[in-house]
């Protein structure tokens, strides 16, 4: 069992930056990969970023890519999305997820992931 607590959300002005991050609980939080989803009101959720559980392979959105890093430190039980010249389509409720033995084309699909968070806000204004 995973729980999982975003936090790090809030406004921000096109172009400028945010940390998310999510704080897993439970000791197995180093054998499941995580995943980073994001939802705008009307749309359907869709993947940001992943990371394997290792922290050696990690996978980006083509609308993300170059802008967004996903980082794990398995001793802290962290997940972090550093979100980098942000766009006002980049507006959504941010999720962490979690998932066991996901493989990399599965990574992109949230029904691939067993655990969620509650998710956090991201508001970017133009």
């Known amino acids: 069992q995973v729980q999982l607590v975003e936090s790090g959300g809030g406004l921000v002005q096109a172009g400028g930056s945010l940390r998310l991050s999510c704080a897993a609980s439970?000791?197995?939080?180093?054998?499941?990969?995580m995943g980073w989803f994001r939802q705008a009101p009307g749309k359907e959720r869709e993947f940001v970023a992943a990371i394997r559980w290792s922290g050696g392979s990690t996978l980006y959105a083509d609308s993300v890519k170059g802008r967004f890093t996903i980082s794990r430190d398995n001793a802290k039980n962290t997940v972090w999305l550093q979100m980098n010249r942000l766009k006002p389509e980049d507006t959504a409720v941010y999720y962490c997820a979690a998932g066991a033995k996901i493989t990399i084309a599965a990574m992109t699909r949230h029904y691939e992931y067993d655990y969620w968070g509650q998710g956090t806000q991201v508001t970017v204004s133009s």
């Open positions: 439970g000791r197995t939080f180093s054998s499941y990969d």
